[in-house]
């Protein structure tokens, strides 16, 4: 199931890189992958509102050459459920390095995750982190229009878990000594709280990036995995 999830992420990145279904007219204004984050991703206003809202964002306007000479806004009329944009967000990023990072998070702790619960329960913890850490995200940006997109509360919520499941387990992580790069194998909890520590930290930076979200993700992932345990037998050995 942590396969899948990584290949439909890809699939659907690939998507929205190349697959352009605005209004004729309009395409050569902003990006395919501009229109599908801004046409499909969750905004908090809509989920607050319950219904759609027209997004409209400045768009760089250009010359034959390429050159910018101003600037217009675009108007873009959101028509999916808000709703159902809590979840078409999960599984949308908004460049390479956004996919790649959170797939190779998700690719090396989704893994003991899913052997531990089983595919099918791996799968609706995986969607249920998502879904709340979007809503925590939404509790401190009641009436953004800003789309909020990435499977980043997901995989933290994926990364709480592990913290509770497997703390001493051997993380291999790139570590910069000056001007030296080597892995140093730190143990998972070691690595995973100083992560925590690092979301925690920049919560209300000037960035782009949903803080908020990673935070309740991670804490909910956690909550629940204590939850599920609870009532499945000890794990016997810890897999690394």
Known sequence: ?????????????????????????????????????????????EITSGKPVFI???????????????????????????????????????????????????????NNIEDRLGPLIFLLFYLVCGAGAALIHLLFNWNSQIPVIGASGAVSGVMGAYLILFPRAQVKTLVFIFFFITFVDIPAGVFLVVWFIFQLINIGSAS?????AHVGGFLLGAFLIRQIIKKTPPITEIIE
Do not use: C
């Open 1 to 45: 199931m942590t396969l899948a999830i990584i290949v439909i992420n890809i699939l659907v990145f690939l998507f929205q890189s190349f697959y352009f279904p605005a209004p004729t007219g309009q395409q050569g204004i902003i990006s395919p992958l501009t229109y599908h984050i801004y046409s499909r991703g969750m905004i908090p206003r």
């Open 56 to 110: 409209r964002f400045p768009v760089a306007v250009k010359d034959a050459f390429g050159n910018r000479v101003g600037v217009r806004e675009y108007v873009l009329k959101r028509e999916v459920n808000p709703f159902l944009s809590i979840f078409n967000s999960l599984f949308m990023h908004g460049s390479l390095l956004h996919l790649l990072g959170n797939m190779l998070f998700l690719w090396i702790f989704g």
């Open 208 to 212: 782009h990036i949903a803080w908020f």
